[in-house]
């Protein structure tokens, strides 16, 4: 779909217009949308209402990924600030103007050299009206209110939502697609989330929107585990556990940042604050989650000795890493300390994957009702995960940072090891006692940490140099160097 810079220029006001004018040379006009096709016994469940529904709902995301188009550019400042401006600039002008670091406005420049900070409802209200988003979300609406399966919880979501397309407060709207205590049968996200657009200074919410039916069965195994894993957490920490709902969907469609980076998770909403006022709801994406974990499967195969995974079947493979995935995205909600993003700056993002990834194999542990061979497959396939990280370094280097300290610090300790390019261990309690003395060190640094402690953990462990001894088959540490028997069978 090609994006007409017309367009764009019409989603402007006149009095910026010159200021908005400026863009770099783009370098895709491609909207990233992902449709998937719905299973058809799925497809049969859905009345014609909830089909209608549906179908207003994809055109709804298909267009949104239309504002995510507008934004690509070769620039890191585009288009959430002025070209040519300075971190530093945009930071002290912050200090008399808080709105520039909101994570919903679109800093532009005055003729007199002012920041002007625009609201993106805003700032996007032209394309917003241009495509019918609103009427169509309203349209959606309309068809959750009739028939048998109506669902007026989800329509009061669903115009709450389109109101706050043009008020700009999505709260409201989050807060009510949050309050209810069972999952809708449709669902969608529309709206402006997660930083990961922008390259700048990390603040700035890109458009993004997705659409599916619920996978009732999958969901109810996996509230299962997260219900357990907060219950665990909880007594652990002695405190209340955060309310978290949790979503397994047959995705029909995606768009923005959400197909841009093929997502198979996502964890909503992204302020902190709102998560502890709110609660929050992670959504698993399932086909895209599926199409992954091909991938993660083979790797799996290649790379964990075969004497480890006897007898472990591709579905109970599929099951923990689904848990694992819950395990983790839900730690998003358990991050200790405040402040830690100014504390530990550009550390900041893969220190909270890494947290993530040893609070969820610490919990996996513990949760009651799984067992330790259970909890040791999880491991297993996080060593995978790191593999696949590290192939997908370029993409993604947050989590192949965070699963490289990880590995080398299992390899410092000695209880894991490559062994003729696979991944080995003797005692997988040993591996766990190692998980959770690294998760000590590294919930102290979120909680009170100083960069330099940070980095001198990174300068010690980031060192992806062992994902080569796997590709070409080889040990690490070499077996000559130790006094290691021989491999178990
Ligand atoms: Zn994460």
Sequence with gaps: MTIERSLFLRSISNS??????????PTRYESPIREFLLPPEVEATLDKHQRRELLFLTRVVRRWGDLYALQESEDARFPFYPSGVTKKEILEA???QPEILSPYTIIRLTGEGEFVAIPMHQFYKGIIEEKGVIRLIREAAGETGKGKNRDFKLQAYLRALARSMETGDFKASTRIWLEREDEPIVDAVIGFNDIYGDEFLGRKFSPWASAGVLDRQLTHDAQWFLNSFLGWWSQETGRAAPKVKMRVEHTRIQSGLAARYEWSGNSLPCQ???????????IIFEPSFKDKFREKLDSFRNFINPSKVLGITDGFIR?????KHTAHETGHSLIPGENYQSRLQHHTAWIKELYCDLLALTGYRQVRG????????AMAITLV???????????RPEYHKASTVLLNYCLEGGTIRVENGFFAWTDSQAVFRDIDSLLQIVEQFLRDGKIKGVQDLYNKYFEPTVYQHLITRGSFPKIEDTFLGPIPE
């Design 94 to 96: 912050s200090q008399t």
């Design 16 to 25: 910026d217009r010159e200021t908005y004018l400026v863009r770099p040379e």
């Design 272 to 282: 902190p604050e709102w998560r502890r006022e709110i609660g929050s709801k992670f």
């Design 370 to 377: 799984i067992s330790p061979r259970e909890s040791e497959v």
């Design 319 to 323: 099951l923990v890493a689904l848990r």
């Design 385 to 395: 995960d790191g593999y696949l990280d590290y192939e997908d370094r370029r993409k």
